[in-house]
């Protein structure tokens, strides 16, 4: 693992304290996890854009409407009538 010294501003420090504080993990972990999301983000946006990179968006973008058309509003399943549609796939 590598080590790394890091200048960060007082107030920014300030505020990546207080937030590692409020989910129960140090400044280090915090950080980490900051980085490990945003590496993630750039390697799924990189991901996303080498295979739209040949895509008619336009017609995309049609078929999503489309799909979107034939959704129905209602309540949210339920925990349990999700366990029992799906099984050992839950």
Do not use: C, W
């Not at 920014?12 to 937030?19: G, S, V, Y």
């Not at 991901?47 to 336009?58: E, T």
Request: negative net charge; glycine residues 4%.
């Amino acid at each position: 693992m590598a080590t790394l010294s890091l200048r960060l501003r007082d107030d920014l420090k300030r505020k990546a304290q207080e937030l590692a504080e409020r989910e129960g993990v140090s400044l280090n972990n915090y950080i980490n996890a900051a980085v490990a999301a945003t590496v993630a983000q750039a390697e799924t946006l990189a991901f996303f854009d080498d295979r739209l990179k040949d895509v008619d968006l336009q017609a995309l973008h049609e078929r999503v409407l489309s799909f979107m058309g034939e959704t129905e509003s209602g309540d949210e399943p339920s925990r349990d009538a999700l366990k029992e549609a799906m099984g050992d796939s839950f």
